[in-house]
């Protein structure tokens, strides 16, 4: 976990992809109103915005802020027939298969002079057309592993429940229902396959600027994606922000009745469909955020820094965030009883600022 999070952003071409990993990374991947413009796949790592970091530098009078860290691939190229090697297909769904979370994204802006590949944008049949290549990947992939596992199954019982399980992910699949759709049914025996339709996934709408508080227009677009996480952006409006210095840029997304950039809004969200949180830790020679599963015990938390923190751990020295903040420094914290000692069983809360102890 402490390595950064892989994030594919996947989509029909001419949705807005790259203009979308050129804002998220400030990077320059070629944005060009052609299918295809994208061949290798882009890839940019990003630190993740973190205010609590500054603050607690200042705290604790340290220069040194390691913030939690996301990598991001611009992955081009999916249309209908990908998953037979069209527009390049394969290719590009080999690189989805390495990354942990899928992002969407979908237009949804009107702009008669941006081509769309099937003349006409229409997020629903969009949506589908790639969910399609995925889920035909993901059943090339089981019906090939399929007959060879009937074979070894007959021969070795402990592998019935691996059997089992991709027999059913290939019943929903037929069916046209995506694996990460489903409530209950989760298929941990078959985790090699590395299945595309497993793999979490959020939606970015890419909306026009003028649709930014258009709730009608925003809850029609949510229903076509039910139980995912959802962000509407206007790419283009983002993009514009880049030209601009920092108390323009805030300036401008308020006029929208933003609050914050899409970076922040997508990683928010991204956490929540993967069940991250982070937590944190300070002393005066550096401060640092630390990605840990969501129900994550303390030594489990601790594991996450390194393994001999959790072999070895004795106890967790936690106060939260804005009490540490409010008492202006850990003595002070201390004083009016906010320094709490917590044992094996505590449970990690997302404002958690930790000091572990441990034998080694
Ligand atoms: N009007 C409008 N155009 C956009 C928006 N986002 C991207 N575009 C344009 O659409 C074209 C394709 O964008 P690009 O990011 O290269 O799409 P990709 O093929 O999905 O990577 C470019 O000309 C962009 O300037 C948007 O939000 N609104
Ligand atoms: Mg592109």
């Given at each position: 976990?402490?390595k950064?999070?892989?994030?594919g952003i996947?989509?029909?071409p001419?949705v ?6 050129n ?8 944005a ?5 413009a994208?061949?290798?796949p ?12 500054q ?6 009078k ?5 913030p939690?860290m ?7 190229g999916?249309v209908?027939g990908a998953?037979k ?7 590009f769904?080999g ?6 979370l ?27 057309t790639?969910n ?9 992939s089981?019906?090939?592993?399929l007959?060879?596992?009937?074979k070894?199954?007959?021969a070795d019982?402990?592998?019935?429940a691996?059997l089992?399980?991709t ?7 037929d069916?046209g229902?995506?694996?990460n759709s489903?409530?209950?049914d989760?298929f ?13 996934q959020?939606f970015?709408f890419?909306?026009d600027d003028t649709?930014?508080n258009?709730d009608s ?12 996480e959802?962000v509407f952006?206007?790419?283009?409006l ?7 210095d920092?108390?323009?840029a805030?300036?401008?997304l308020?006029?929208?009745?933003q ?20 937590y ?11 990605t840990?599963h969501?129900g994550y015990?303390?030594?489990q ?6 393994g001999?923190f959790e ?8 106060v ?14 201390k ?8 044992g094996?069983?505590?449970?990690m ?5 930790v ?6």
């Amino acid at each position: 976990m402490s390595k950064s999070l892989e994030i594919g952003i996947v989509g029909l071409p001419n949705v807005g992809k790259s203009t979308l990993f050129n804002i998220l990374t400030d990077g320059s991947a070629l944005a060009a109103n052609y299918p295809f413009a994208t061949i290798e796949p882009n890839t940019g790592t990003v630190a993740v915005p973190d205010e609590r970091l500054q603050k607690l530098a200042e705290l604790y009078k340290t220069n040194k802020i390691i913030p939690a860290m996301i990598t991001f691939t611009d992955i081009a190229g999916l249309v209908a027939g990908a998953s037979k090697g069209e527009g390049l297909g394969n290719q590009f769904l080999g690189h989805i298969r390495a990354t942990s979370l899928i992002v969407h994204v979908v237009r949804a802006f009107s702009d008669s002079n941006v081509l769309h590949v099937d003349a006409e944008p229409n997020p629903k049949k969009d949506i589908e057309t790639i969910n399609t290549e995925l889920m035909l990947a993901d059943l090339q992939s089981i019906d090939k592993r399929l007959s060879k596992l009937e074979k070894e199954a007959r021969a070795d019982g402990t592998l019935k429940a691996k059997l089992e399980q991709t027999k059913k992910a290939k019943e929903y699949l037929d069916q046209g229902i995506m694996l990460n759709s489903l409530k209950t049914d989760n298929f941990p025996g078959i985790d090699d396959l590395n299945l595309l339709s497993l793999k979490p996934q959020i939606f970015v709408f890419n909306i026009d600027d003028t649709d930014l508080n258009n709730d009608s227009k925003q809850t029609e677009l949510k229903k076509l994606v039910p139980g995912y996480e959802v962000v509407f952006i206007s790419a283009k409006l983002e993009n514009e922000l880049r030209e601009l210095d920092k108390s323009d840029a805030i300036e401008l997304l308020e006029s929208y009745g933003q609050t914050e950039n899409g970076l922040s809004t997508l990683i928010k969200s991204a956490y929540k469909a993967l069940g991250l949180q982070s937590y944190l830790t300070a002393g005066e020679k550096e401060v640092r955020a630390w990605t840990i599963h969501s129900g994550y015990t303390a030594p489990q938390a601790a594991g996450v820094i390194h393994g001999d923190f959790e072999k070895g751990f004795i106890a967790a020295e936690v106060v939260d965030y804005n009490s540490l903040i409010d008492a202006g420094s850990i003595q002070a914290a201390k004083a009016v009883g906010k320094l709490r000692t917590e044992g094996k069983t505590y449970i990690m809360l997302p404002n958690d600022v930790v000091e572990f102890r441990f034998n080694v």
